[in-house]
């Protein structure tokens, strides 16, 4: 007899993993199967012929095979099953094939029509639906930008499929394991005002309480205001939920905390962020492709504009005229034992100078038309012109041989983050630009790389602010020694920070995480920013889509940061302040973006049309 199986299933698992079997079992052997089978010939290749042909010998005599890809995949699920499909990863890397996506400045936007069709019409299927496909975590990808296309791309269709199936299971080794079911809270349960240090009211946090005995993420899909499911849980990303046991006690000098919750009695939790709208990024390619210009004539700039429409929602995309640059001061316990060019006392001098508008980073923020907010988050002592009612602790631990905060103060940096990014888009900021001005900030930032990414000590350490070769192997050294306490906590964003991070790297990745989960853009410059922007992602998966990245960055750590987030830097202009400076310098390259795509003509109204190349000479001029 047939095994019982839920009207759509989701099989995963990595290569050789058993999920097309396993697939094949839960519809069993007497069911009049419709097998639709995405994967190409290809001419010559004997030893995936013979991966066919296996696949073929297990299925029953009386099952049907049908070889679909692209959209016929789609009308095929409209037909009545039980119906299996293996699987998806093929059918994707058919339809990147197809749109030449390989190679395209811009990903084509028949890749998302087809996606999206695909999708609908999973949650449309009429009868028993069984899909396999492969695990991005389990299988070999190549670290080229194809390889990260296919990555990021199946990640996203996987998530997406899942979404709208009754059972998701894993297959690993021939066993399967039944996926938990994101537990459900209701819309504004738990809602809490946020109020900035002065009082100011800021966009509600939500939190998710999990149902008992509940596993897996809380939340529930929202739709975004354009109809197009965001993906976005009910709770925020990093959702603040009660914690089963929190330390006691208040943190002195820390941002104060709603009302309802503190950070005495919260945890952080990952929740998913909603990617850009897709379809005005559709909207904005065809827009692109229909420029009065030759195919791909805008290069970068095109990309940046179908960017900055698919974050806005709108077609085509507004030129950002309220970009914001936050600056944090902050000190780092581990600047002492001489990581730096610079003492640690220079932290605070660095934000009086930023207050005074003396840094690059103001300098090229007025140049720019930016506008600059600098906050102290962690000095020792303090400085002048920077605000202070933002205050976490005073100083951080040395990361070699203690940790940088305790767990009650790293939530509070982490909610601290969360209220400035709430801050500054309540004012009306449409593009944001977060810095730090710590002195031995790389120290910690390049430590919580090699951990996120597997580095090896020697592999992150830089010259930063210009260290000689004593210092730089006291870097090491000290990276070293971080990393070593950091193991235990690899799984753990939130405590990798606390324990070898530092008060403004966690106010970055909380600030990061929020930016994004409120749909605002911003713009990565720097190791400091870039090492937080890996653990936002972490705490707040799906994030690093409403980022760009300014410039490649002299320190090694900083090229690993780029790599695993799939960022293409926007310069080259070898800027080592890592204050900002070079994202600043970035803004009128994104104002241009969206003013190209706004105001240039198209070909059919400007009459700017490739001809006929073989036309005498002198015709057409």
């Not at 354009?226 to 943190?251: E, F, K, M």
Request: glycine residues 12%; charged residues 20%; negative net charge.
């Amino acid at each position: 007899m047939t095994p019982p199986v839920e009207l759509r299933t989701l099989v995963l698992g990595g290569t050789r993993s058993g999920k097309s079997r396993h697939a094949e079992e839960l519809l069993g052997d007497d069911a009049a199967v419709r097998y639709l089978a995405t994967g190409r010939r290809i001419p010559g290749d004997t030893d995936w012929d013979a991966r066919i042909a296996a696949h073929a010998a297990r299925r029953p005599d009386h099952w049907t095979t049908e070889e679909v890809g692209g959209t016929e995949l789609a009308t095929a699920l409209a037909r009545p099953g039980p119906v299996l499909v293996d699987d998806l990863a093929t059918w994707l890397t058919g339809v990147l094939d197809d749109a030449g996506a390989w190679d395209a400045p811009v990903v084509p936007a028949t890749v998302d029509a087809a996606v999206d069709g695909l999708v609908a019409a999973v949650a449309a299927a009429p009868g028993p639906l069984v899909l396999v496909s492969a695990e991005t975590g389990l299988g070999v990808v190549p670290d080229t930008r194809a390889g990260r296309l296919f990555r990021d791309r199946l990640g996203e269709l996987n998530a997406a499929v899942a979404r709208v199936c009754d059972d998701v299971v894993l297959v690993v080794a021939g066993r399967a394991l039944t996926l938990p079911t994101p537990a459900v809270t209701e819309p504004g349960a738990g809602v809490a005002p946020t109020p900035g240090p002065a009082g100011g009211s800021a966009t509600p946090e939500r939190t998710g309480v999990p149902a008992a005995g509940a596993g897996g993420p809380v939340g529930t899909d929202v739709a975004d205001p354009d109809g197009d499911v965001a993906g976005t849980p009910a709770g925020v990303p990093g959702a603040v939920l009660p914690a089963t046991g929190a330390a006691a006690g208040a943190v002195a000098g820390a941002a104060t905390p709603p009302a309802s919750i503190t950070e005495s009695d919260v945890e952080i939790v990952p929740v998913t962020v909603g990617r850009p709208d897709s379809r005005s990024r559709r909207a904005a390619v065809a827009l692109v492709e229909g420029l009065a210009m030759p195919t791909g004539g805008l290069g970068r700039l095109g990309e940046l504009g179908v960017w900055l429409a698919s974050c806005q929602g709108t077609c085509p995309p507004q030129a950002p005229v309220r970009a914001r640059v936050v600056l944090l001061a902050a000190d780092h316990g581990i600047a002492g034992n001489g990581v730096s060019a610079y003492p640690p006392q220079v932290s605070a001098v660095r934000a009086t100078a930023a207050a005074a508008g003396r840094l690059p980073v103001t300098v090229a923020a007025r140049a720019a038309g930016a506008t600059v907010r600098v906050v102290d988050v962690g000095l020792v002592s303090g400085a002048e012109g920077a605000e202070p009612g933002w205050l976490v602790a005073h100083g951080t631990g040395r990361i070699d041989r203690e940790d940088a905060l305790d767990g009650e103060r790293a939530t509070a940096a982490w909610l601290t983050g969360r209220r400035l990014a709430d801050a500054e888009i309540d004012a009306g900021a449409d593009l944001l630009i977060p810095a730090t001005l710590g002195v031995g900030v790389t120290t910690p930032a390049a430590t919580l790389v090699a951990a996120v990414t597997g580095a090896e000590p020697v592999a992150v350490v830089g010259r930063a602010s210009g260290i000689d070769d004593r210092a730089w192997m006291r870097k090491a050294v000290a990276i070293r020694d971080a990393l070593r306490r950091a193991r235990p906590h690899l799984r753990d964003p939130l405590a990798l920070l606390r324990t070898v991070g530092g008060t403004d790297l966690i106010v970055l990745a909380g600030f990061l995480a929020r930016a994004a989960e409120r749909k605002v853009p911003a713009v990565l410059d720097g190791l400091a920013v870039g090492a937080a922007a890996l653990l936002a992602d972490e705490l707040a998966p799906g994030a690093k889509d409403w980022w760009v990245a300014a410039q490649p960055s002299t320190e090694p750590a900083a090229t690993l940061v780029l790599e695993h987030l799939s960022l293409v830097p926007l310069l080259d202009l070898a800027v080592r302040t890592e204050d900002g400076t070079a994202a600043v310098t970035a803004l009128p390259l994104l104002v241009t973006a969206a003013r190209l795509l706004a105001e240039t003509g198209t070909a059919h109204d400007t009459g700017v049309v490739p001809g006929d190349v073989t036309a005498p000479a002198g015709l057409g001029r």
